[in-house]
């Protein structure tokens, strides 16, 4: 077998040369092993490399060659650690769930493995989601395989940097305020964050319940689409979950999506390029209005505190991992959670308890949850004019790793462009959109396209067609 080559490869290639039998999934899946163990130690995108990878790919031979299989048999993906796969370690990244071992799967992976797809391993992040840098890990950095002295992105910055490595094909993350398309953006790849409610939450550890979306990783728009069509749908076990029909189509543009883009943020000479991409493409593009956009980061992170602090509640010492012994139990508790969690998770529970406390819950929380509410009537009067919202995924490239640990607020606001969708529970895309060279380091950029709630097909349309993806 001649080597494959990884760089170029696509989920659809991958797929073809298998069932034409120029590869089989055991001989792919090698190769990424190959590239795990030459790279793995220095970008840290892996937490744990699966020690069943090749009899996965050998289960795929056979679906495929009893024609059985699918578009995602024998494709590699990497998972990031807070989504159950049964039987295997999840921790979060997090000391508190080291060693805890799912007994079940999240409705996303049951999906995955019913196709035949072969997960490599998990995948590195901020301890439970909290961060946009993967600093947060409780087991180190990942860095960025564009520039090892830069964050890959978080919160899902191993999922991307296993990809962005050849270390994986595609991937899954998830998302509760960027954390699929920062990290995508930083990483040069497609990232997804799907409409609220359209991939179940079953077996994604809680963060932010009302935020909370899985998304997959990607190379190209359609990787991400393929993807997304297989871990999508209504399921018993998420009653948040939509059905395929629940939103109606209500597109603007004749020919082409209409493009809004909103006047909060300064355009960079990068974006103007990329607008006017879109422009000699034949997409009509205006400004729009969102007046509460720029206040979408206290709100966010009110509520985002708020809802961590009562889901990790959870982690007691008894249920699950981290056990310290004490002189009662609620010595017990303080012991497991003043050891077991980190930093910034410790600073969210403390916040999320006050926001949520007696005396000041109507002046945070619930001036938030009005605030939410304004912001949606925000986009959905934008959407009666545009399809697509564009703005950058980041204010900029990938920062260098400890250049903004000690400035949580500064952390914060790398996610302006991203939470607003968490928010409104719409769907957003970041897609690559070109480099900045730093440092004489080529550090790609991403643009994020936001589309109608239930309207993931004009996000996968336009984004194809500014990257070139339609013949
Ligand atoms: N950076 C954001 C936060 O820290 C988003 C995290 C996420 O999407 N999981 O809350």
Sequence with gaps: MTKIDLATLTIKKAHEAMKKGEFSAVELAQEYLDVISKKNKE?????????????????????????????????????????????????????????????????????????????????????????????????????????IERVAGGSSGGSAAAVAMDGALAALGSDTGGSVREPAAFCGLVGLKPTYGSVSRYGVMSLGSSLDQIGPFGKTVEDTEIIFKAIHGQDPLDSTTIAEDTYESQRVGQKKPIIGIPTFFEQSPLFKKNVEKFKSLGYEVCEIELEKAASAIPI??????????????????????????????????????????????????????????????????????????????????????VDIILTPTTPGPAFKIGERTSDPVAMYLEDIFTVTENLTGMPAMSIPAGIEEVDGKKLPLGIQLTARHGDEKTLFEAGKDFLGEIE
Excluded at 59 to 76: Q, W
Excluded at 105 to 118: D, F, Q, S, W, Y
Excluded at 366 to 378: F, M, S, Y
């Design 43 to 147: 970008i840290n995108a892996y937490l744990e490399v699966y020690d069943d990878v090749l009899e996965q790919a050998q289960k795929a031979d056979e679906m495929i060659r009893d024609g059985k299989g699918t578009i995602l048999t024998g494709i590699p993906f990497a998972i990031k650690d807070n989504i159950l796969i049964k039987g295997r370690e999840a921790s979060s990244a997090s000391k508190i769930l080291e060693g805890y071992e799912a007994t079940y799967n999240a409705t996303a992976i049951g999906k995955l493995k019913k196709e035949g797809a072969v997960f490599l391993g998990r995948a590195n992040m901020d301890e439970f989601a909290m961060g946009g840098s993967t600093e947060n890990s409780a087991f180190g950095v990942t860095k960025n395989p564009h520039d």
């Design 300 to 385: 966010y992170y009110i509520i985002n505190f708020a809802e961590a602090s009562s889901n990790l509640s959870r982690f007691d010492g008894v249920r699950y991992g981290l056990h310290e012994g004490g002189k009662d139990g609620i010595e017990d508790y303080f012991l497991t959670r003043g050891k077991g969690f980190g930093k910034e998770v410790r600073r969210r529970i403390l916040l999320g308890t006050y926001v949520l406390s007696s005396g000041y819950y109507d002046a945070y929380y619930n001036r938030a949850i009005a605030l939410r509410k304004v912001l949606t009537q925000d986009f959905l009067k934008a959407f009666q004019k």
